[in-house]
Structure formats: structure tokens, C-alpha cells
């Protein structure tokens, strides 16, 4: 058994395109109509064939409250792995991105939490 494809509720698929690619630096894997919405996947550069996180449309009623109470308490929806943290913060600060926690060296892992503007906070981390 392994992860195929993981999944990050989104408000707006293709504002959440832009993000992931233009800022995070993720490829679009999979973009396939799916009713209303699509069926939009990225991936890493890195391992293209690798896990694919979906794009998916925050339309369930459970998923608002979910979420804002997520971002209202600073807990990360999920989170990536990077190699350099500081360098990492430094080059999406360049970008536009925001950051609610700086780079914070927590012994084991080095964190920082950035708003992905489509609903979420993400960790980035790297580990020691």
C-alpha cells in the first residue's frame, strides 16, 4: 500500500493553480472536468510521478467551519517538506507569500507556516 494522492481543500481551484504552481513551485499533473469542478492535481518537480495533492473544491457545508477553526487556532492543514526552511521562507517572502510563523528552529525539525490564500495554513519543515 502507498499514498497516491493526498488532498488540500481549496476555495477556488484555479486561484489555488496559480498558488501552488507560481509560488510553491509544484507542476500540474491532472486537470480533468469533474461536474462543476475539475479534477486538478500538482506535484513536485522533483518526483513527478510521485504522490499527487489535490486541489479539491471546499464546497462540502463541513468543510468552512473545519477550516476556519484550523486557521483560528494557527494548526497547519498540512505540511511539505523543504530542503533549507530560512532559504525557503526567504524566497516565497519574495514572492508576496505570508507568513504566519517565521522559520523556528524546534531541535529535530526546522518550521514555518505560510497562508496558501485558498483557505489553508501549510507547514514547511525540513528535518535534521
Sequence with gaps: MRIHVT???VDDQAKALAFYTEKLGFIKKTDVPAGE???LTV????DPDGVELLLEPAGHPAVGPFQ???VAD???FTSFAVDDVYAEVERLKGLGVEFT???TDLGP????VLDDTCGNLIQIATMR
Design 68 to 70: 476556519q477553526a484550523l
Design 101 to 103: 510563523q517565521e522559520a
Design 74 to 76: 494557527g494548526i497547519p
Design 7 to 9: 488532498s488540500v481543500f
Design 109 to 112: 525539525v526546522i518550521t514555518a
Design 43 to 46: 506535484v513536485s518537480p522533483a
Design 37 to 39: 469542478a475539475r479534477w
